[in-house]
């Protein structure tokens, strides 16, 4: 009798880190710690916006959920995607970005009291539309980013957000009595050294969630101290749904809206940053049609954003050091984090159990975060080709123009407005002198090579990915 042929097996291609689906397990704490690194970015612009403008506190709570729950809607678009139209599907949070907070406190002071709400939301409506029109060149100009300018950019995000937890391990608010008191220094050396222990000590999982075991141990090490606050728990609503508009339908103001489309230019070089940073990580790397569509996500949610209350949303440079920390690259966990931020938006007093962990507590971990970007951005630099002087010249430059507001506050302080907004960001600044200088070296008076082919077919949106 014949023996039947057997079907030949072809195994299963591999799961890219990034499309893996963790066990639950591994997925929570992990996604846990994406929300512990972001939740004092989130609050930070209602908060200041919603004292600027005068509300009380639940007008404040408000403001709060709103930007929790439009942070959790463009988190999930992103990491999940709609096919081919929106969300870059990495492991990527967006969020209410705090480079908008200046100009927004500039109009809140020359608009009329009663107005200023309306006249802020007007603008970031107006400035997502225009992020969905020139989102589409960004992904044009992604063969201008080869690695020599993307590591410039990883870099400076690094360094140039490195006084943020520096901020916030002196206690967050510098008109506060303690802000500096060795307390709070003390506080954020413990959850420091915390994590260093457990990076040295531990291996698998448990050293993958260093951020998180650090995080809970500082904040119950603060609480015999009475440096935990469980104010906002008390005071916090149970539940409260964002209403559209409950702060006054827009307004629509020329001076408003040109500068606030100024800084969606510097949110969207940020975040295209952003994504060239996690594509280096993930070993996935960014193609210009990926980032159109990421850039496509941060119009949408800067545009429906003021219709609950939110303000114009970028990319999290401190969640894409949690994905170089704990090298857990799977969306998932990040989608994970987007969803539970819609239910942090819509239940306030689940929101306030994240904010029982103290300034000081997420500032001695945000040194480990940043740090890790500025690590990334170097190893970037050290495959760039760093042996060619002008590349040198092209680093040092870039560099060091990224390193001025940070080092020189008030260097551009005599500059047209529009300039200081541009110039005013460090990592603004270093990623426009990186591109004009690999045009300037690079690109001017040169023929075409083959990876120049390869860096023209990636941004023609045809998918080929840079080597």
Sequence with gaps: ?????????????????????????????????????????????????GQAVGLDTAGRTRLIAA??????????????????????????????????????LAIAETTAKGHQLPAIYGAVMVAGVFCL????????????????????????????????????AQGGDKHAADFGAMSNLALAAFTLVVILLIQRFTQGFVKQI????????????AI????????????????????????????FQPAAILS?????????????????????????????????????????????????GGFPTSAFAQNVGVVSLTRVRSRYVVALAGAALLVLGAFPVLGAVVSLVPMPVLGG????????????????????????????????????????????????????????TVLGSGISAGALVAVALNLFFHHLGTRSTPRAAVLSAASSGSGTQIP
Excluded at 68 to 90: D, E, H, K, P
Excluded at 133 to 150: D, E, H, S
Excluded at 228 to 238: E, G, K, M, V
């Design 260 to 308: 606030l489309c100024i800084v969606m230019l510097v949110l969207m070089t940020e975040s295209s940053a952003g994504m060239l940073a996690l594509g280096e990580i993930c070993e996935r790397p960014t193609t210009a049609a990926t980032l159109t569509r990421g850039l496509r996500t941060d119009g949408i949610a800067t545009l429906l954003g003021p219709v609950f």
């Design 133 to 168: 029109a020139v989102g589409p060149f960004f992904g044009k100009l992604l063969r201008f980013f080869p690695p020599l300018v993307t590591g410039v950019v990883i870099t400076l995000i690094g360094v140039t957000l490195m006084p943020v937890p520096v901020g916030w």
């Design 67 to 104: 930007s929790l729950l439009i942070a959790g809607l463009a988190t999930l678009l992103q990491t999940l995607g709609i096919r081919r139209f929106a969300g870059n599907r990495l492991p990527f949070v967006n969020a209410a970005s705090s480079a908008g907070i200046t100009p927004m």
């Design 1 to 49: 009798m014949a023996q039947q042929e057997q079907a030949p097996h072809h195994p299963c291609p591999p799961v890219h880190p990034v499309d893996e689906k963790p066990a639950a397990k591994r997925l929570v704490p992990a996604a846990l710690q994406h929300i512990a690194a972001m939740y004092a970015g989130v609050v930070t612009p209602p908060l200041i916006i």
């Design 365 to 420: 971990a945000g040194i480990v975060l940043f740090g890790s970007i500025a690590v990334s951005g170097i190893r970037t630099l050290s495959e760039a080709g760093l042996d060619d002087s002008s590349n040198i010249i092209l680093v040092a430059v870039s560099l060091g123009a990224g390193i001025i507001p940070l080092a020189a506050p008030t260097f551009y302080a005599d500059f047209p407005a529009w300039a200081q």
């Design 224 to 251: 015999p101290f009475g440096m935990a606050s469980f104010d906002a728990l008390r005071s916090a609503p149970l539940a409260a749904l964002p209403a559209p508009f409950a702060f006054g339908p827009p307004e």
């Design 210 to 221: 260093a951020l998180l075991i650090g995080l809970v141990a500082g904040t119950l090490a």
